[in-house]
């Protein structure tokens, strides 16, 4: 079995444990909402590039700058 699809299939079970499921959750967008949640709260850019490593430091303050 390929380790992407055990992901996506704990992460499925996961979301229903939760009575999270159909809710469209995803680990991306799981991550990226906590690198804005971070910035928003007044968090540096350097320690989420760190967090959220595919974001360059211009696009890592666009959520902040935004009001998101």
């Known amino acids: 079995m390929r380790l992407r699809d055990r992901r996506h299939r704990e992460f499925a079970q996961a979301l ?5 499921d159909g809710v469209g959750l995803t680990p991306h967008k799981l991550r990226h909402t906590a690198a804005s949640l971070a910035i928003t709260s007044g968090s540096g850019v350097t320690p989420v590039q760190a967090m959220d490593s595919d974001r360059t430091r211009a696009t890592a ?8």
């Open 16 to 20: 229903k444990a939760a009575k999270l």
């Open 61 to 68: 303050r666009l959520p902040a700058l935004a009001g998101v």
